[in-house]
């Protein structure tokens, strides 16, 4: 005999939430005051404002300004509950959720499912890829980038083999996209600015930073203009940009590509390998999208309908990553947005009162799309207008800002951003061997178990 599902006392409409990520939250906050019961789930216990972690790998700011407890957040809505815990299976048929905590199981029944689970990195098919060059999905990404790269430095204060020397301060960033150019110009300018006087035995600038894409152009989605203005401020900051390099392998000590112009094939030699080339979405959009007979494209996004509903299930919706809908891009403005408009959809179902059309399609509205380069340089992209340099990173700091969840936060961005454009300072660049080797430490571990 097992446990009845789990579902809130009072027989209100059940929602169910999987990921408190951008588009999860947005809908667990649309639906405040609604007369619904929301279970909210998730296998980390915060909120990850993931557009900025490339600035907690480089230490521009710490982990806890863009990850807040996500229990905190919900503290006084009173009709959310969230769960600590991984969603291991989905049966929609049923319309039940499994979630684990380690030891601990539990069934949840509901009436309202968004799938909100967000994407993971994409290596594909080249999985073994991941030992060498992590990627930066996650909290723990971006420790872990931030301690290998920081480590680098400091190696290099100890040796004195030129050669080894260059190895380590060689660091090869696989995916021109707005994350790998973001996060190569925060190296670039660790090396170039923030820790040119620290280091007795050698110049940090001495780094060789390559940013590699098979694509031929930088930053695709802003468009040529843009990806020739970013590609001109990356060099300007001493970055070897080379596209049209479709990588082929990545061991420990290196990287190789093949240029797709010529067909010849290149190695490049370095400690420290990132990558941010794609992404999947997460293995419960597939999950479902075979249950409801839908298609699930190469990434793994379900097919969706208009309104974002699943094949013939009016009560599941996928939102974010996981939905393929129009081609529309994986942005934390279209996580949001799909969060949002689920609830809203969800809301009118539950009021009788309400004249609302349940099946209204998802309108998104593009606020446009940005990226920081450097130190007072970034790009946006709104429609057809588009801003570089100064007034460009004015925008993004106050679109990011805006987004920050909690005044706190908020207030910490700014002052770590003031400190490092006024001074060269950066508080949040300690370390830890935790931080470099537990990863893969853990995947190791786990292989043993499953033999």
Do not use: C
């Not at 790998?180 to 050698?202: H, K, P």
């Not at 802003?222 to 940009?241: H, I, M, Y």
């Not at 340089?377 to 700091?397: D, N, P, Q, R, S």
């Amino acid at each position: 005999m097992t446990d009845a599902p789990f579902r809130p006392n009072g027989g209100r409409h059940h929602v169910v939430i999987v990921g408190a990520g951008m588009g999860g939250l947005a809908a667990a906050q649309k639906l405040k005051g609604e007369n619904v019961d929301i279970t909210l789930i998730d296998k980390k216990n915060h909120h990850l404002f993931q557009p900025m972690l490339y600035q907690v790998a480089t230490g521009m700011i710490s982990a806890g300004e863009i990850a807040p407890s996500t229990r905190q957040l919900l503290r006084n809505q009173d009709n959310a509950n969230f769960v600590n815990a991984e969603v291991t299976d989905i049966d929609i048929k049923s319309q039940t959720v499994t979630a684990v905590n380690d030891e601990f199981t539990r069934v949840f029944e509901y009436d309202s499912l968004i799938l909100a689970s967000g994407s993971g990195q994409s290596y594909f098919g080249n999985d073994h890829f991941a030992e060498f060059a992590p990627g930066m999905k996650s909290l723990d990404d971006a420790l872990e980038l931030r301690s290998r790269i920081i480590s680098a430095f400091e190696k290099a204060e100890l040796t004195d083999d030129p050669k080894e020397r260059e190895r380590l301060l060689t660091f090869i960033i696989v995916g021109a996209g707005p994350t790998g150019v973001e996060l190569t110009g925060q190296i670039a300018e660790l090396a170039n600015r923030t820790l040119t006087d620290v280091y007795s035995n050698f110049s940090t600038s001495s780094a060789k930073i390559y940013l590699l894409d098979g694509a031929p152009q930088v930053l695709p989605p802003f468009g040529k203009r843009l990806g020739r203005k970013s590609q001109r401020a990356l060099e300007k900051l001493g970055v070897d940009v080379r596209l049209n390099a479709m990588v082929t392998d990545v061991n420990e000590e290196s990287v190789t590509y093949k240029n797709m112009k010529d067909d010849s094939e290149h190695t490049l030699t370095g400690a420290i390998k990132i990558w941010s080339a794609g992404v999947a979405a997460s293995p419960l959009a597939r999950l479902v999208g075979e249950q409801a007979g839908v298609e699930v494209d190469r990434a793994g996004r379900v097919s969706t309908n208009e309104d974002l509903t699943v094949g013939e299930y009016s009560n599941v919706y996928a939102i974010g990553d996981l939905m393929g809908l129009n081609r529309l891009p994986g942005l934390a403005q279209v996580a949001m947005q799909g969060g949002a408009h689920a609830a809203k959809l969800i809301a009118a179902k539950v009021d009788e009162e309400s004249t609302s059309n349940e099946t209204e399609a998802f309108d998104y509205f593009d606020k446009g799309t940005m990226a920081i380069i450097s130190r007072g340089y970034a790009i946006v992209k709104m429609g057809k207008t588009e801003i570089t340099g100064f007034v460009g990173w004015l925008a993004w700091l106050g679109l990011h800002l805006m987004y920050l969840q909690g005044f706190r936060n908020r207030l910490v961005a700014v002052v770590n951003w003031a400190q490092n454009f006024f001074t060269r300072s950066r508080s949040n660049i300690e370390i830890t061997k935790q931080q470099a080797y537990a990863r893969n430490i853990i995947d190791n571990a786990s292989k043993q178990e499953v033999k």
